[in-house]
């Protein structure tokens, strides 16, 4: 399976932004689709993930009311609707991929099989 993250870019505070991750190959109706992230200077830490079958969606504490993730499984594509973006949101954002993740560890890097190759998100105050 290849993940393609895009939408990354410069922008304000305060502003919305959409990412976008497609895959090829593989089935993508069987996988749990999670976004993760790594600011400058820190660990990758994980932002949201979407469950197979169910579409069930998990978020972070920092990004939750703010961020929506969501799936489009007739185009293999992963979303994450970014709102009210503040600086400490500046971040590579990496899309991942797991088949039938277990519901307890959709926030654990190392259960994902499949990583995007990240795209870059700047938000200035």
């Known amino acids: 399976v290849q993940l393609q993250a895009s939408g990354g870019g410069l922008m304000h505070a305060g502003a919305s932004r959409r990412l976008s991750c497609i895959a090829s190959?593989?089935?993508?109706?069987?996988?749990?689709l999670a976004w993760f992230r790594q600011a400058p200077g820190k660990d990758r830490e994980f932002a949201a993930a979407i469950r197979y079958g169910t579409s069930r969606t998990y978020y972070s504490d920092s990004v939750k009311g703010r961020f929506t993730i969501s799936r489009d499984n007739a185009k293999n594509t992963v979303y994450l609707q970014m709102d009210s973006l503040q600086p400490e949101d500046t971040a590579v954002y990496y899309c991942?991929?797991?088949?039938?993740?277990?519901?307890?560890?959709?926030?654990?890097?190392?259960?994902?099989?499949?990583w995007g190759q990240g795209t870059m998100v700047t938000v200035s105050s």
């Open positions: 991942a991929a797991a088949s039938f993740l277990h519901d307890d560890y959709y926030h654990i890097e190392r259960y994902y099989h499949f």
């Open positions: 190959g593989g089935a993508f109706n069987s996988y749990t």
